[in-house]
């Protein structure tokens, strides 16, 4: 099932869902370093920021290798001379004349679920095995493509797609969780039936009323915090994912979630790892129980309250949530929005993404041909459906949720973004499995532009996708900015995004560990196409 109204939010059942990858920061592509390391980008804007606000100057940047070797309005004084040449620089093969164009960090996605098939059924996965190929071929170029020099990966580890990216000539600086941290018959555990369910997402801790219900061949001294904390760690992770769901508003019923007792102890054993903790949640209990916690970031936006009509856009209780608010920027506590999770559903809905001009570059064209034809749309039909099932007033029409939907987040978004939340950007791609609702790195710039719609600003914008998230994720002194010693994850634009937000889609290069990429060359429109008889193969 898919998120309906915003409310509920499924998978597809454990026998379709592809588990997510981990790397570390400096893997992905399998691309030979060229013998000349260095590049020049010279009279260029160069666009940076901190925590609080934006600066650019017009200047010099010089990449040496995968780092970011000088930074500044001077050419770079140079120590190494060429050719008995004082001043030049061993092996400059490479510049760049960057009038007119417009340097900024590479944007951070921190929230995605890698190796996931977008809008198919269990049945279209195995009718159309080349077509899933061909998507997830796709996917770490459509990250670049769309400006994502780095993703955070939310789930579950898995080698293979791991390898998919490490083995892709042009791939994004891949992190991950490692292993999230589940609650015993919580959300994650409930895709799956008794007892399978605790051997697929086996890092899970437990309340200590829940004990007579875990049956007895379980170790219990293996699904303490501390444990949970360790088997993330040695997965590899560099930050922690744990969840708070109440079940969408009561749509799903019997989620157990963990006590305050236990998230607090979660959070101290990730601390004293020096892992940020981040929390699902989208209730207002949620909310609390993260604030009480003291958690780094609140993954996804204040979506549901315990009172108040679904069609309700401002919240029933405002002073309560109010209060929240204040208690999350008081505490400095990161959030992720992630509006497209349910704005993609009008998406779906509407089949109107398929008129987007650049889902060309994001689907390869016999997966685009697919999803335009009658069967590629049943997950619209799927839709309605559910919504039918599970919207509380079944006299109201379906249209009318989801428009009601779409106001609330971006109005609570708004309040926040007035509040001083610090926002960051994470999209929860691939957001809905069941129709053409999120591909990946597409996904990010419509949720940078649903943020504008909302009322952030651009300024705001540029700092969540970039320095912000890199802080929130305790990866600053690597990336985020443009500064001496940074990695180089960068991107050159043709026009400004502090004047516009349709900057972020007017890409020239993509920088991404110091290898320069041409836009173009990460289109769809350049994957080879299957040929007709492997379709169905």
Known sequence: MLVVNGFIRFALLGAILLAHPLLKADGGSKAEPATCRTTLIKDIT???????????????????????????????????????????????????????????????????????????????????????????????????????????????????????????????????????????????????PKPQRYTALHNWVYNPEQVPDIPPQWDLSRHTPKMAIQNAVNAGAVAIKVFHEDGFSGVIKGLKNPSPAILSEIVKEAHAQKLPVLLHATSLAAYKMGIEAKVDILAHGLWHFETGNFLDVAPPARLQIENVIDAVVKQGIYVQPTLRVVLSESDISSGKLLLHPDLKHALPAPLLAWFASDEGKWGTVALEEEMDQFKPDKTVANQAYLQASANRVQHMLGWMAKKGVKLIVGTDSPVNWNGLGGVAGLNGLLEMQAMAKAGVSLEQI???????????????????????????????????????????????????????????????SKQQEPKQQELKQ
Not at 88 to 96: F, M
Not at 124 to 129: F, G, I, L, S, T
Not at 155 to 172: H, I, L, M, Q, Y
Not at 174 to 186: A, E, H, K, N, P
Request: proline share 4%; charged share 20%; net charge positive.
């Open 462 to 524: 540029f700092i969540a996708a970039t320095a912000r998230n890199a802080r929130a994720l305790r990866l600053d002194a690597s990336i985020g900015s443009v500064a001496q010693g940074m990695n180089a994850d960068l991107l050159i634009l043709r026009s400004n995004p502090l004047q516009d937000i349709a900057a972020w889609n007017d890409i020239d290069t993509v920088i991404v560990r110091g290898q320069l990429i041409a836009r173009a060359v990460l289109s769809a």
């Open 46 to 192: 160069i666009i940076s920021a901190d925590q609080h606000r934006v600066s650019s100057q017009t200047g010099f940047v010089l990449l040496d290798g995968g780092k970011i070797a000088h930074v500044g309005q001077t050419k770079p004084v140079l120590n190494q001379p060429l050719a008995g040449k004082p001043g030049s620089h061993p092996l400059i093969c490479n510049e760049i004349d960057g009038r007119g164009k417009y340097l900024t960090p590479g944007l951070i996605d921190s929230h995605v679920h890698t190796g996931q098939m977008i809008g198919f059924a269990k049945k279209h996965h195995a009718k159309y095995p080349a077509l899933v190929k061909s998507y997830l071929q796709q996917e770490p170029r459509n990250y670049l493509y769309f400006g994502f020099t780095t993703v955070l990966d939310l789930g579950e580890r898995d080698s293979a797609v791991e390898k998919a990216w490490r083995d892709s000539e042009f791939a994004p600086n891949l992190l991950g969780v490692g292993l999230s941290v589940r609650q015993f018959d919580g959300y994650g555990h409930n895709f799956y």
